[in-house]
């Protein structure tokens, strides 16, 4: 099976930490994406990439960056976490073929709370 | 710009009976459009897809969706509910129609099914 991993399923962090979520896919994908998940809200589009050292940013960027240093892991920085991202973030990816566009693989997810 | 709408953040129905998720679609380009599903503390799996193809898409556990170009809407269906359905699902349209695209997802819509 397709797996999309994130490293930690819970994390408690204060305000002002630097936060690291970790995101692993072990299906050759091209393209991954961070989301958020805040109810009411939907998923809202963080960051995504196309390719190795590639980033464009979704529709809501602003206090976050990302790293992706090898294929397969594409990390979402919280350079200094605020309250206001505490969140559910999910990591996706998909393939860059055309057939399947659109196609994301999820990971469960990574819900931060930050005090 | 693209975008998604869905009608209802919760939608309830009794086992056996009709499921109905209405989701309207804005697109300066022929979309291509997506149903999700989450279950409790799970990621995003995939349910179905449009892809400008036949416009009635069946997907994975007894959902369709047709796509109506005249009524820019793209609604979910199920002739009978299950009590495994209960769960949150996103209607979802590509930002730019090519491989790889991120996703702009609705705010998603609740079902619950009671016996």
């Known amino acids: 099976d397709v797996k999309v991993t994130q490293s930690s399923r819970y994390l408690v962090k204060r305000t002002g930490e630097k936060v690291f979520l970790e995101c692993v896919q072990d299906?050759?994908?091209?393209?991954m994406f961070w989301y958020r998940q805040d109810p009411g809200l939907g998923l809202r589009l963080i960051y995504f990439s196309y390719d190795v050292k590639m980033k464009e940013k979704g529709d809501i960027p602003e206090g976050y960056s990302v790293s992706r240093e090898k294929k397969e892991r594409f990390s979402l920085i919280l350079e200094s976490a605020s309250t206001n991202q505490t969140s559910m973030y999910l990591c996706?990816?998909?393939?860059?073929?055309?057939?399947?566009?659109?196609?994301?693989?999820f990971g469960e997810g990574s819900r931060l709370t930050v005090l | 710009a693209q975008s998604v709408t869905q009608l209802g953040s919760h939608v309830s129905v009794s086992e056996g009976a009709l499921v109905l998720l209405r989701c309207n679609y804005s697109s300066s380009v022929p979309p291509y459009l997506f149903w999700y599903v989450q279950y409790p503390n799970q990621g995003l799996q995939l349910l179905l897809k449009?892809?400008?193809?036949?416009?009635l898409v069946k997907g994975i556990n007894g959902f369709e969706a047709e796509f109506k170009k005249s009524e820019t809407s793209f609604h979910l269906t199920k002739p009978s509910a299950h009590m495994s359905d209960a769960a949150e699902y996103f209607c979802a349209v590509t930002k730019r129609p090519q491989a790889g695209t991120a996703l702009i997802f609705g705010k998603g819509t609740t079902l619950s099914v009671s016996s």
């Open positions: 449009y892809t400008s193809a036949a416009t």
């Open positions: 996706a990816g998909t393939s860059g073929r055309s057939e399947v566009a659109g196609e994301l693989f």
């Open positions: 299906m050759d994908h091209e393209n």
